[in-house]
């Protein structure tokens, strides 16, 4: 009989992590990297700064006003994200969504201003904005955020499209490439509600249970 | 009736195990904000009072990396006194540990006067500063942002700043984001468990 307890306990120790690894009871999105510090100026004239995304979740993408079609319609993917916002059970935490152009000279108030009129941008929701300070720009894109891009001959730039979704914390949670066959605002929402499904049911002992989802790497698709 | 007794008693001492098993090896929760990035953290170079300092020069070490600055009223001096609680509540473990502070004025610091400024808190701590871009590269791959504002006549400008500290681990990861104001036992608690 002891022979029978100290296999089905053996068992048990392999096959619990394995069935947590292999049947996940608990998604959760990766804490990828910190997002960068940066301060940014928006459509309005406003300061924006990562302190004042602090508490928020947030969506950027990357882009300039001038871009040649075709060019990465990541505007298209925002709006919806914005559109749908109700349908995510997002608790305390606001969702932000913040497109920051790579081409201050350009992009001016004015201009960012006139772009978030013409995508249909609610204010409240969603910023257009560039760097405060241009010789910071590549440490805040190219450097904290990840997104290559380089400004071609001809004034144009040549860019990786991507969104980043970043948590209250300042952590980035999500990359998604940009890609015009995909409907990506459907699982960066779907990332969403798994992030405020973290945030607000991540206390006490669940707090171990969705540890043990990082370590196992239960990730959502 | 034997028999039931054997097997309640067979379940009852599973459940046990089990329970003991999830209590032992359960995941560590950090008093912080866990990062799991496979990639080094960004390697600096600043100015301290020998010359050059690089995160890298580190390695082997966890770091607990902070933005401030000397003429810096509250938030600074009280989170430097509670990193040297921290490293008295480390013991012998303190040798594993280096504090770097990174002065984000780097108008009016100087590499000594961060040294001085550091080593009143612990003589162990690192005081470092660097050119304003450096300082502004540095900052923003940390997720840091500070913004000088006016003062009164008594401290000058001021400086608002990213109050957070950054632990990078032995093999130079970034794994550890720390509020300002939590308790310095909390804090060696997370230290001692990367340590081991």
Request: with cysteine; proline share 6%.
């Amino acid at each position: 009989m002891r022979r029978r307890i100290l296999i089905a306990v053996l068992v048990l120790v392999v096959a619990a992590p394995l069935a947590f690894a292999i049947f996940q009871p608990i998604q959760v999105l990766p804490r990828i990297r910190l997002a960068p510090g940066f301060s940014l100026i928006d459509q309005d004239g406003n300061r924006v700064t990562s302190e004042d995304m602090r508490g928020s979740f947030v969506l950027y993408d990357f882009t300039y006003s001038q871009c040649p079609e075709p060019c990465a319609n990541l505007d298209a993917t925002m709006r919806q994200v914005q559109d749908r916002v109700g349908e995510i059970d997002l608790g305390d935490v606001p969702l932000r969504l913040v497109t920051i152009s790579f081409d201050p000279e350009r992009d001016t108030q004015e201009v960012l201003l006139e772009k978030a009129q013409a995508v249909g941008a609610d204010p409240a929701v969603w910023q257009f904005a560039t760097v405060e300070n241009p010789s910071l720009l590549k440490t805040i894109i190219g450097g904290g955020f990840e997104d290559y891009y380089a400004q071609n001959e001809d004034g144009s730039f040549t860019f990786d499209p991507k969104f980043v979704l970043v948590d209250g914390w300042g952590t980035i949670r999500g990359e998604y490439q940009y890609r015009s066959s995909v409907p990506e605002a459907d699982r960066i929402i779907r990332h969403i509600g798994v992030l405020s499904d973290e945030v607000q049911k991540s206390t006490g002992a669940a707090s171990v249970a969705y540890e043990a989802a990082h370590l196992f790497l239960c990730y959502a698709k | 009736m034997k028999r039931l007794i054997i097997i309640g008693g067979s379940v009852a001492i599973v459940l046990i195990v089990i329970l003991a098993i999830v209590f032992f090896v359960r995941p560590y929760v950090f008093h912080g904000t866990v990062i799991q990035s496979p990639d080094p953290a960004y390697d600096f170079t600043l100015e301290g009072t020998s010359g050059p300092v690089s995160l890298s020069d580190f390695r082997g070490k966890v770091v607990v990396l902070y933005f401030g600055y000397t003429f810096c009223p509250d938030v600074c001096p009280a989170t430097m006194a509670d990193l040297a609680r921290t490293m008295e509540d480390l013991g012998k473990r303190a040798g594993d540990v280096q504090v770097i502070m990174v002065s984000v004025d780097p108008g009016r610091d100087t590499p000594e006067t961060v040294e001085k400024y550091v080593q009143t808190f612990d003589p162990s701590f690192i005081g470092l500063t660097g050119t304003e871009a450096q300082i502004a590269e540095t900052a923003s791959m940390y997720g840091i942002y500070y913004f000088k504002h006016e003062g009164t006549a008594a401290t000058g400008y001021l400086i608002d700043h990213t109050a957070s500290m950054m632990v990078i681990n032995q093999d130079g990861r970034l794994k550890l984001v720390l509020s300002f104001g939590t308790p310095p036992a909390d804090i060696a608690a997370d230290l001692k468990h990367m340590i081991n």
